[in-house]
């Protein structure tokens, strides 16, 4: 071995030693955790929302209108229930006016009015004294009528009272409503999410009073811890019917001096809401008629629903439709045209993860609709349909079999794409004042710019320049404050810079939650071809199988785009650990509260020894062996 090999290798094997050293050590916290949201809209940020509207096509009227009840009479009735006997009570003429009225007309024949109500004084004579004196009444007084007595008196027969009514009525007085009421429901889908993650905060083992030390944080979302379930939106819709009266039947029978009978009688007819048809995608029968309100209780319509394969043939009379269903089925053999088949959306859980991102992608078949081609081609040279048919056995008993039947057509689906990336943040508490560096501010600061233009030009020749002095804003970044908290709060996977503000703390508590986690959602509707074979196939009471049976499709060769948004998905809960974690200089790490601490380990001296007396060891064997050739 040469001099300058063996210093070399003797360089390694210290270098060994010298990496004993002491090299950093820290505090390695770490945390299992999950977080989770459900009833989120897949279409905007906010929960699952049911989209619900109806209206009311129909009259109403009395009370249900908030009127007084519409009232129909019919009939009369004459007559009062306090009619006066004639000559009784009230007054009667005065026979001493009338006698009054009568001597006051004779007397006005030769008087006046006056003259007649006051009268007039005697006429004496009265013989002179000459002729021995005396008076004699030559004409006596005539006494007057007097003022005029009252033309009425009271009717000494007292006032007698009796019931003249008379007749029938009778009527209805009435409040109701009816009509029809079409309506909707339906279900946006949902969103739930489940995001399983393990998470390690990293702690120096040495902090030193007002010296910053550097908290390190990561995160690993588990792919079996997480998923993304996505509801499928449902739909209702349908016309209920609502019939409600309240009627009250009256009638009076009058008879003369007998007085009156009265009678009512209630009827009410309160049918309430009624349900006529409805569509109903959460049934497998979804076209559903009768029950209540919204399709409550509804009956399915037998002959089409979610999942079944539903066979055209050629038309017979006994089959005008062509459709072998529960309502026309099939009984005369007749090619085959071809098939459909309608699937209701189901709900879908997956994801996979990279770079702690969850994606989801979900493609579902809605229509299969086929042609047959080798019906159309038994069709075309008029065979009676013998390589796919249905035969009756008995009653309702029947054979349904295919020979061969290869069809081809397209497939009509949806496909979504969800994307979740989490932002998972940590609050952590210490029972000591931290400080820790803001975040840059910019600010803007105004300087002066000198310009030169031109002042002086002719025919666009500047002859004369000039400066001006413009102001202008610049923007200029400046450290943030230093910020004195007890709480650290900062997103999985960054690390921040801090230092105690005097006595060294410890860790407290620890808190996870997702904040403004950006989902996104690209909905498009999908069309695919597809090619169906089926060979020896045998259906009977319900059982049966194909030989072969074979469903050969794309998957969103064609899609379009029809919805493509990202928002913040909000709901999630929140994950604490409340225990004490010591951080103090040689302190020891404390656990518990679900998650665990341990020390990041050193490298160990005699290791590093170690390997570098093999590094040795294998120089030396190479010079050997060069030496031996």
């Known amino acids: 071995m040469s ?50 509207r109806e209206t009311f096509l129909g009259t109403k009227w009395g009370t249900y209108a908030g009127d007084d009840p519409a009232r129909l009479e019919l009939g009369t009735i004459v007559g009062d229930e306090h009619t006066q006997v004639p000559l009784t009570g009230g007054t009667i003429p005065n026979p001493v006016r009338i006698a009054w009225d009568g001597a006051m007309a004779a007397c006005q024949v030769v008087s006046s009015y006056n003259t007649c109500v006051n009268g007039t004084s005697a006429v004496r004579a009265c013989a002179p004294s000459w002729l021995g004196g005396g008076c004699t009444t030559i004409v006596p007084a005539i006494p007057g009528l007097g003022n005029p007595p009252p033309a009425e008196i009271d009717n000494p027969v007292a006032a007698q009272f009796i019931d003249t009514r008379t007749g029938l009525q009778g009527g209805i007085e009435s409040s109701g409503e009816a009509g029809i009421i079409p309506w909707v429901e339906a279900s946006g889908g949902g969103i739930d999410v489940q995001l399983g993650f393990d998470a390690t905060i990293e702690i120096p083992d040495v902090i030193n009073v007002g010296e910053q030390f550097t ?78 309100a919204k399709g409550v209780n509804s009956l399915g319509v037998p002959g089409i629903g979610f999942d079944t394969e539903y066979v055209f043939y050629v038309p017979t009379p006994e089959n005008p439709d062509g459709v072998d269903d529960e309502t026309t089925p099939k009984k005369v053999p007749s090619p085959r045209l071809g098939d459909f088949m309608i699937s209701n959306p189901q709900d879908l859980t997956g994801g996979v993860v990279s770079n702690n ?49 290869i069809a081809a057509g397209p497939r009509i689906g949806m496909q979504q794409d969800f ?11 210490f029972d000591k004042p931290v400080i820790l560096q803001g975040p840059p501010q910019v600010t803007y600061v105004t300087i002066p710019v000198q310009t030169q233009v031109c002042i002086s030009q002719y025919f666009g020749i500047c002859f004369q320049y000039g400066t001006v ?57 999908t069309i695919d071809p597809g090619l169906k074979v089926q060979v020896g196939c045998i259906t009977a009471l319900g059982l049966g199988g194909c030989l072969y049976n074979e ?29 004490t974690i010591l951080t103090n200089p040689g302190g020891t790490p404390g656990s518990g509260g679900g998650g665990s601490t341990t020390a990041v380990p050193e490298p160990h001296p005699l290791l590093l020894l170690g390997t570098g007396l093999l590094l040795l060891t294998w120089r030396m064997r190479r010079r050997d062996l060069r030496s031996s050739r």
């Not at 990496?19 to 999950?34: C, N, Q, R, W, Y």
């Not at 078949?365 to 081609?373: D, E, G, P, T, V």
């Open 3 to 52: 001099r300058p090999v063996v210093l070399r290798t003797f360089v390694v094997a210290l270098m060994g030693l010298s990496a004993a050293a002491p090299a950093f050590a820290g505090l390695l916290i770490e945390d299992s955790v999950t977080l989770a949201t459900t009833g989120q809209s897949m279409w905007e940020s906010g929960p699952e929302s049911v989209f619900a």
């Open 551 to 579: 469903d050969f499709k794309t998957e969103g060769l064609i899609n379009i785009n029809v919805f493509d948004e990202t928002w913040a998905l909000g709901g999630f809960n929140k994950v604490a650990f409340l225990d």
């Open 469 to 525: 002095t413009k102001y202008v804003s610049v923007p200029q970044t400046v450290p943030g404050q230093e910020i004195t908290t007890n709480i650290v709060d900062m997103a999985l996977g960054d690390s921040v810079n801090l230092r105690f503000a005097g006595e060294i703390g410890n860790l407290i508590g620890r808190e996870y939650y997702i904040e403004d986690a950006q989902f996104s959602n690209r909905t498009g509707a």
């Open 357 to 405: 991102q969850v994606d989801f992608t979900t493609n579902q078949q809605l229509l299969s609709l086929n042609a047959s081609i080798t019906g159309l081609g038994e069709l075309a040279i008029g065979s009676p349909g013998v390589l796919s048919n249905k035969v009756e056995i008995a009653g309702p008993v029947s054979l349904q079999y295919t020979f061969l039947d």
């Open 215 to 292: 908290l390190t944080s990561s995160i690993n979302v588990l792919a079996s811890e997480t998923s993304i379930t996505a509801t499928a939106p449902s739909f209702k819709a349908g016309v209920d019917g609502i019939f409600n009266t309240e009627n009250d039947l009256f009638g009076q029978a009058c008879i003369v001096t007998q007085g009156c009978a009265v009678g009512e009688v209630p009827i009410d007819v309160k049918a309430g809401r009624f349900g006529i048809v409805s569509i109903d995608t959460s049934e497998d029968n979804f076209l559903r008629v009768g029950g209540g």
């Open 419 to 429: 994307s979740l990336d989490p932002n998972a943040r940590v609050k952590l508490e």
